[in-house]
Each structure stands twice: as C-alpha cells, then as structure tokens.
C-alpha cells in the first residue's frame, strides 16, 4: 500500500533505534481527509498503543500501522528521505487525501467547483479570502462570489483576472468568461483598499 523508500527505511530505522523503546514503531493516519486541509500524521507507536483495526506493514527493522480509516486516502502514497548538505527532508506524498478529482465527463460545476476547492481556494485563504460557485450560465459563464478579505478588496480584480479566470480557463476550456457577482461595496473586512 504505502511505498516507503529504502532512504526513508534507513531513516525510520536510525530514528528508533535511537528511541528507549523496544518494538517502536511508526503510525500514519489522515487528518480532515477529503478536504483542501488534509494532512497526514505519522508518529511513535507501540505495538500496545496501535489502535484495533490497524493494518499493519512491515519494513526492515520496524512496523507500521496504519489507521484503517485512512488507508482508503493513503493509496498510492510514498514515504520518502533525502539526504541534503544540511541533515535530511522526510517528505509524504498522498496524492489521494483531498479527495479525487471529477471525471472528465463529469459536469462543468462539478470540475469548476473541485478547481475552487483545491486550488484557488488555498491561494486566497493567504489573504482571508474564499471564493464560491454561484452558478454557471447556459453560455458556460462561470458566475463567482467572493467572501472574507476578497469581499471589497481592491485587488479583487487582479486576483479574478490574472489568477482565477486564468486558472480556470486554462484547464477547463469550455468555460466562456468567469464573472463576479459580488457586492464589493459592502465588504467588512478586505485585504486591500
């Protein structure tokens, strides 16, 4: 299920032995799976600590369990550790644990809303931002609104123009124009005046 790679092996090995505990192993599970925030936690875990209903890998030299309701999330993943100049960088890869993309055929909303959800979503949450569907027009207008510090920002316009309607545009070809249907007037709190 999960590919760990001999470095990052190697690693997890060094780093238990290093530990007072004899049999440690190591636990991953996914926290807010199928969400723009999902992440992945992998900690210290012995064998009396792992939960019932665990699976459980081995590698050379220690164990892994893996939380049963995130293994559906962890398919495809890899455990992987590079050596730098500066000590080392363990990095997790889990292609699956915001959720799975729409199919090409599925509806233009569908796929419009997964590209808000995982891409401009993220972006503009830097700035307090959020950005909703509304709707799409029977000429393939994809109709947004803006919330949070989007809401009455003055560089709401940059941001639809050159990072939205771009992205959008670019990997969803049929859409006609991406247009704002929000008040900006009675923003609250925007990002910028």
Known sequence: ???????????????????????LGLRIRVLDAGTPGADCELTFCAPSEAEQGDLQESYDGFQLYIEQASAEWLGEARIDFETVATGGQLTIKAPNIKGRAPAPDASLSERVDWLLTTEINPSVASHGGRVALQEITENKEVVLQFGGG???CGMVDVTLRDGIEKTLREKLPEITAVIDATDHSSGENPYYR
């Open 1 to 23: 299920m999960i590919k760990i790679s001999s470095g990052a092996q190697q690693y997890f090995t060094r780093l238990l032995s290093d530990q007072d505990e004899a049999d």
């Open 150 to 152: 989007c809401h009455g």
